[in-house]
């Protein structure tokens, strides 16, 4: 590993040197001011033109609607099998019932 270091230019000292920290004084904070007319008119333009997450709320509204579609779906089709195999079921026993009659 030393070889490799040294090919690099980095030497020993190098790498147990600990870096100066610089501070720069810390800058004097302006009083609040509230906003005025012309500032919030910026705003209010910047924030309805932006158009950054209204592709995630699309599919998103998008995925909701399908599984709506599909909960539906599943539920009115669930409802007409179940009243298709009861009609069915119905129809079995009363040929059940016929036919136990007949041999009797």
């Given amino acids: ?11 020993a000292v190098d790498m147990f040197r600990v870096p100066r920290l610089r501070l720069r004084p810390a800058r004097a904070r302006s ?4 906003p005025n007319q012309a500032m919030c008119e910026r705003r209010r333009r910047r924030f309805v033109s932006d158009q950054v997450g209204a592709t995630g709320i699309e599919y998103a ?4 609607f399908i599984a709506i579609a ?11 099998l179940n009243k298709m195999f009861y009609i069915i079921g119905n129809k079995m026993m009363t040929a059940a019932d ?3 009659q007949s041999s009797n």
């Fill in 98 to 100: 016929a036919t136990s």
């Fill in 70 to 80: 599909i909960t539906v779906g599943t539920s009115l089709a669930g409802n007409g």
């Fill in 31 to 34: 009083s609040f001011s509230p």
């Fill in 1 to 11: 590993m030393g070889w490799w270091l040294a090919s690099c230019g980095i030497t």
């Fill in 61 to 64: 509204l998008l995925a909701c």
